[in-house]
């Protein structure tokens, strides 16, 4: 049964500790996106890579976020320093992005961020 | 303004009842239009997708899709408490490109 994997699946922690998320996207799948989710603003992108080349950070606080994707089985997410206002629920979610596919993601559980 | 405008609700349906949720956009170039439904402390899921316009049908649900008015719609009929959940509006340009969500509207079912 293939899924995407995120942990941690919850995260309680003071503000300006450093946060790091982890994703195992579906095996075979080139692009990974990394989504933020507020009651506010809904699901944001934040960043995305294919074949694990960085596509598009720019929904990214630059200056204290950063994605990368050391192998293709592994994606992160880091905040350094984090802070209250960064409290959301992050997901991974992985595809199969190329223009005769309809782009369908799949979704991981999502990680549970609190900042204190 | 956002380029996918969803009403969030809360929507509160007798078990039975036909429900129309529905997403408007700016974005004239978007082709692909998805309806994902995520349950409490899960990720989003793929319930229907359409390529362009029209309609599309499966089992109780109907995706409506109408370009020239940049307006879509997802029908439940006959609802279920099952169905209570966030549905959340998606649409790209391509496959290529990331889908875009609208914010979510959550449905409640009532028995």
């Known amino acids: 049964d293939a899924r995407v994997t995120q942990t941690p699946r919850d995260k309680v922690t003071e503000m300006g500790q450093e946060v790091t998320m982890r994703c195992q996207p579906i095996?075979?799948?080139?692009?990974v996106f990394w989504y933020r989710q507020t009651m506010m603003q809904g699901l944001e992108l934040l960043a995305y890579?294919?074949?694990?080349?960085?596509?598009?950070d720019s929904g990214m606080p630059k200056d204290r976020f950063s994605a990368e994707m050391p192998d293709a089985t592994l994606a992160t997410l880091k905040i350094q320093p984090s802070e209250p206002r960064d409290s959301a629920v992050y997901f991974c979610?992985?595809?199969?992005?190329?223009?005769?596919?309809?782009?369908?993601?799949?979704f991981g559980e999502g990680s549970r961020l609190t900042v204190l | 303004q956002k380029e996918v405008e969803q009403d969030p609700g809360p929507l509160s349906v007798p078990e039975g009842a036909i429900v129309s949720l529905n997403c408007t956009y700016s974005?004239?170039?978007?082709?692909?239009f998805m309806w994902y439904r995520q349950y409490s402390r899960k990720g989003p899921e793929l319930l229907m997708y359409?390529?362009?316009?029209g309609n599309k049908e499966d089992g109780r649900f109907t995706a409506q899709v109408d370009k020239s008015s940049k307006y879509i719609s997802l029908f439940i009929r006959d609802s279920q408490p099952s169905d209570s959940a966030t549905y959340l509006c998606?649409?790209?340009?391509?496959?290529?490109?990331?889908?875009?969500f609208g914010k979510g509207t959550r449905l409640s079912v009532i028995a």
């Open positions: 979610a992985s595809g199969l992005g190329s223009q005769t596919n309809t782009g369908e993601l799949f």
């Open positions: 095996l075979g799948h080139n692009t």
């Open positions: 890579f294919r074949n694990r080349a960085p596509l598009d």
């Open positions: 974005n004239s170039a978007f082709q692909y």
């Open positions: 359409t390529y362009s316009s």
């Open positions: 998606a649409m790209s340009k391509s496959g290529n490109t990331p889908l875009v």
